[in-house]
């Protein structure tokens, strides 16, 4: 059973970093692309980034790029979110998720707010 734990969500002030982490069990973490998505309230779920299975990074739009970075580590089965200089526009639940689209598989996902 593929399994996905997000943590490290939070309420942060704007300007403010947070980095968020996925747990991997259930499936071979090392052979798949893996990304992150979100939603908003309101609003449909939203690619944010994928990393390819050796580590190539890919981004939704030039804003998220300058920061946000995604990482991963084969061996902890482990992807991460590093959001740096985060926006009031960037509140959402946060997920990660198996392969490059159509994101099935995901996980309970994590909150993070960005409020002054």
């Known amino acids: 059973e593929v399994q996905l734990v997000e943590s490290g969500g939070g309420l942060v002030e704007p300007g403010g970093s947070l980095r968020l982490t996925c747990v991997a069990s259930?499936?071979?973490?090392?052979?798949?692309?893996m990304s992150w998505v979100r939603q908003a309230p309101g609003k449909e779920l939203e690619w944010v980034s994928t990393?390819?299975?050796?580590?190539?990074?890919?981004y939704n739009a030039d804003s998220v790029k300058r920061r946000f970075t995604i990482s991963r580590d084969n061996a902890k089965n482990t992807l991460y979110l590093q959001m740096n200089r985060l926006e009031t526009e960037d509140t959402a639940v946060y997920f990660c998720?198996?392969?490059?689209?159509?994101?099935?598989?995901r996980g309970q996902g994590t909150q993070v707010t960005v409020s002054s």
């Open positions: 259930g499936f071979t973490f090392s052979i798949y692309d």
């Open positions: 998720a198996r392969g490059g689209g159509p994101f099935r598989h």
């Open positions: 990393i390819t299975d050796r580590g190539v990074p890919t």
